[in-house]
Each structure stands twice: as C-alpha cells, then as structure tokens.
Nanobody, 127 residues
Framework: QVQLVESGGGLVQAGGSLRLSCAAS????????MGWFRQAPGKEREAAAA????????YYADSVKGRFTISRDNAKNTVYLQMNSLKPEDTAVYYC????????????????????WGQGTQVTVSS
C-alpha cells in the first residue's frame, strides 16, 4: 500500500503562484509514476500533469502546459506541482495519485489508471 498526503493549497489572486506537495509513504518502491489531478465544482476530475518515479517522463494537460511544472524529490518521496500564472479557472481541489505501472501515451490521464489517491487540497484563485 502507498499513502499520499497533499499540502500547499490555499487562496491566491489571479496571476499568482502556489506550490503543491504530495508526500508518499508505505511501499514507495512499487510506485511507477505519480500524477496530479484536479476537480472543479460541478465538473469531472481531470488530469493536470504526471511524472515517472524514475527517469524523465513528464506529461502535461494542454490547459496547464507552460504554467505548471511537475517535479519530484525521490530522497523525500515527494512530488511537487509548481503553479504559476494562476487563473480563476484553475480553482479546484487538487489530488495526487500514484500507480504501479501503465502505458504513458494511453493511460496517464485516466482516473482509473491510478491505484492510490490523496485526500486533496483546495486551490482557490480569485479574480
């Protein structure tokens, strides 16, 4: 089992920045990749970014490309999401997720790809 705990959410003005953290514990050696998803009120959960636990594979959704940066620190078992140039439409609960194995090109955006999920952290961007 893998446990995930997100932190770093909050209220920020449009154009501002936040950095989210996701700390993994438990059987972290089984992690293949981790992703950040978000869910706005009344909308479906959607993928924002994902990163391989080892190696250099990174994917971004078009909606965040160029503004968000995903990174990891394996020594701390932590994945980060640096969010810059935030917009009101980025307002959502942000979740991190982890999985043991998948095919990047077809699976990285799918919610049911990921076996482990954090509890979420709220990000609110005011206009």
């Amino acid at each position: 089992q893998v446990q995930l705990v997100e932190s770093g959410g909050g209220l920020v003005q449009a154009g501002g920045s936040l950095r989210l953290s996701c700390a993994a514990s438990g059987r972290t050696s089984s992690i293949y990749a981790m992703g950040w998803f978000r869910q706005a009120p009344g909308k479906e959960r959607e993928a924002a970014a994902a990163i391989s636990w080892r190696g250099g594979t990174i994917y971004y959704a078009d909606s965040v490309k160029g503004r968000f940066t995903i990174s990891r620190d394996n020594a701390k078992n932590t994945v980060y999401l640096q969010m810059n140039s935030l917009k009101p439409e980025d307002t959502a609960v942000y979740y991190c997720a982890a999985d043991k194995s998948f095919v990047w090109t077809t699976d990285w955006k799918r919610i049911n790809t990921y076996d482990y999920w954090g509890q979420g952290t709220q990000v609110t961007v005011s206009s």
